[in-house]
């Protein structure tokens, strides 16, 4: 009689791993189920390879090309759907993966592919397999996975994982697309602006110092701009990068990665498209396990490491203790959504946002929840109703659609304000710099 392995939880929420004998797999989960708990993920107890299937994975390995890094998301969106299609025609799981792994360009997702299928030959299904993949396949992708097995329908849930993974991409290229034009516009502007600090001012100032003439306040802040820019223009790139590798760092610390995500979501213009941005895709991530089947506990906590934001992290980890307690979603996710006082959030507040200034509009974005009371209500109705993935659902096209349309929004104002400032600065230089040749007209004349 074979051995299976499951990892299960308890009412209490508990993981559970054990063993279990039967004659297949449907007689072990109902074992396990009439032990009271809830399979997660169930296999036959593998044994050790045969020297033949050793052999045959060794020569595998061969085919592996060298590659630095994952695999991208569009790359893996066009994978799932690719294998949803092919599990909706009724082909063998491994038939349908070494079909797809023959299609794959050398790279890290055919070397994964590679792997899946040496373990499904001997043995693993293909939740397992994939979880020994983590660089192409994360925590959400093998979870959905798992419970497509556990439930018997794992083309649904391929089909459910291509659509999610396809509107994230949609509403990444959405703002990424919108972003393009304000990104170049300030390139080229700056590009512009140091071009004539570096070649022109210079230019005008010599002929100012053999004049010997008296140069106005505007000229004079003019030159000491392009003496800086001349002599340490080479600081212009270094001054974004070393911010960036600055906010690397400080994120790598559990209370600067804190401090920064609460004055990223509530800094004014932008913070109010990162926040609705993250609160689509978790709620759009929660929906999506709920409706795949796995346990609202697993499938919190899986949202919580995806949700990339160390606030909603907190306040994910708020809600499922609440949940272990007893209590239900909306209550804690209402309870625990308000940001509080931070010691790093209040000093970048200072920083960025001009002194007396930033701690006046940090004391007041600091009480203002990350969580609207519609997204709270709706969870709760999707509670009492049996339809939170629906719900969940709804919620996420709310804040998709709110994310498209003040993304446009935004860069249809970002563009004269661009315009305005680019007219402003050469306007600034020209006047600047023609003040002190009209006066040398004068005089000369």
């Known amino acids: 009689m074979p051995s299976f392995q499951f990892e299960a939880m308890d009412a209490t929420g508990q993981e559970i791993r054990d063993v279990v004998d039967a004659e297949n797999q449907a007689e072990a989960q109902a ?84 792997d899946v299928c040496d373990e499904i030959e001997a043995g693993s299904t293909l939740s397992e397999s994939m979880s020994k993949s983590p660089k192409a396949f994360d925590r959400l992708y093998v979870n959905m996975i798992r419970a497509g097995e556990a439930g018997g329908a794992l083309e649904v849930i391929l089909r459910r994982l291509a659509e999610f993974q396809e509107r994230a991409q949609a509403l990444k290229r959405k703002v990424k697309g919108a972003m393009i034009y304000p990104i170049v516009v300030v390139m080229v502007a700056v590009g512009i602006l140091t071009f004539i600090m570096w070649q022109i001012v210079p230019a005008f100032q010599k002929i100012f110092d053999d004049f010997e003439a008296e140069l106005p306040t505007p000229t004079k802040i003019l030159i000491v701009i392009s003496d800086w820019v001349v002599n340490w223009g080479f600081l212009i790139p270094v001054i974004p990068v070393g911010i960036w590798l600055g906010i690397k760092l400080l994120r790598k610390f559990q209370m600067g990665r804190m401090g920064w995500d609460m004055f990223v979501i509530k800094v004014p213009v932008f913070g109010a498209l990162i926040e609705k941005n993250i609160l689509a895709r978790t709620t759009r991530t929660l929906g999506t396990l709920v409706a795949s089947g796995v346990p609202i506990l697993e499938a919190l906590n899986i949202t919580k490491e995806t949700s990339g934001n160390a606030v909603f992290e907190r306040l994910l980890g708020k809600v499922i203790e609440s949940i272990r307690e007893g209590e239900s979603i909306a209550k804690p996710l209402k309870e625990f959504s308000t940001l509080g006082f931070h010691p790093v959030a209040a000093a970048l507040w200072i920083i960025f946002m001009g002194g007396p200034i930033g701690v006046l509009l940090y004391m007041g974005k600091m009480r203002s929840p990350v969580v609207d009371d519609l997204v709270v209500n709706m969870i709760d109705v999707g509670e009492e109703t049996g339809e939170l993935d629906t719900m969940l659902y709804k919620v996420a096209d709310t804040f998709d659609e709110e994310v498209a349309v003040l993304t446009e929004s935004l860069v249809s104002l970002m563009e004269p304000i661009l315009i305005v400032g680019l007219g402003l600065a050469i306007g600034f230089i020209v006047i600047s710099l023609f003040l002190p040749l009209i006066e040398l007209i004068k005089s000369l004349s």
């Open 31 to 114: 074992t396990i189920r009439k032990m009271g708990y809830f399979v997660t993920k169930i296999a036959v107890k593998k044994s050790r390879k045969t020297a033949k299937q050793a052999a045959a994975t060794k020569t595998r390995k061969k085919g592996h090309s060298f590659v630095i890094g994952g695999v991208s998301s569009k790359q893996l969106t066009a994978f799932t759907r690719q294998l949803s299609i092919l599990q909706d025609a009724g082909l063998p799981i491994l038939r349908s993966l070494k079909i797809l792994e023959g299609q794959c360009k050398p790279g890290r997702l055919q070397n994964s592919l590679l």
